[in-house]
């Protein structure tokens, strides 16, 4: 199924002289709630997390935002009605991140409208990619996919649903067709959907 699964796009990090990764980053422990402030090519959205949720998805989603991760990602599949999802198409960088397995955890706060949770395929494949629910996908709680069970999301867009909820999805499944050219040739990908939207930065702002 690759409906929900393969959350991942941006635009590709360049001239960037910060590090592109260390392995203590994957260590550190998110706080019990935090916000995360994204400013996109639409407007500007917020991210309030539960860690109680999921508490290794809530840590994850902690070390990606505190090192610009998502900054210049792409949300390359919109489907109306149902989700946004983003990632990075940095592969160097989702590599990376993506040697340190997320647990798989049970599926406690729903997917309703406004929540988020990382993409998944099968077992312990939590790494980098997440969607945001454009509608209360319920099914999604108990969906059964590689002998895994369900997506456990970890928080709630608490500002700016609007606007996640304008983000471009004239495309809709279209850009899955070419989701390898995300990564073998980003140029060419983002030549073929021009009109998607993007996220220009990401981070931590105080409750």
């Given at each position: ?81 149902f989700v946004a999802q983003f990632g990075s198409a940095d592969s160097v960088r989702m590599h990376k991140w ?56 970890f928080g709630d867009v608490v500002r700016g649903m609007d606007v996640v909820s304008a983000l471009y999805s ?38």
């Open positions: 199924m690759r409906s929900i699964p393969l959350i991942l796009a941006a635009l590709v990090l360049g001239g960037c002289s910060r590090p592109v990764f260390h392995s203590k980053w994957a260590r550190q422990k998110a706080p019990s709630t935090y916000t995360v402030r994204f400013e996109t090519s639409k407007g500007l959205f917020d991210v309030q997390v539960n860690r109680l949720w999921s508490p290794k998805a809530a840590d994850r989603f902690y070390q990606l935002v505190k090192h610009h991760y998502f900054d210049s990602a792409l949300f390359y599949r919109v489907v109306p009605n993506s040697r340190y397995k997320i647990p798989d955890e049970d599926a406690v706060h729903s997917n309703i409208k406004g929540a988020i949770s990382f993409a998944r395929s099968g077992k312990e494949t939590r790494g980098t990619d997440l969607y945001i629910n454009l509608k209360d996908n319920l099914r999604l709680d108990t969906l059964l996919v590689e002998g895994v069970k369900g997506y456990p999301a004239g495309y809709g499944n279209k850009t899955m067709e070419l989701y390898d050219t995300l990564y073998k040739n980003p140029v060419l990908f983002h030549k073929t959907f021009p009109q998607l939207d993007v996220v220009r930065k990401a981070y931590l702002v105080k409750n």
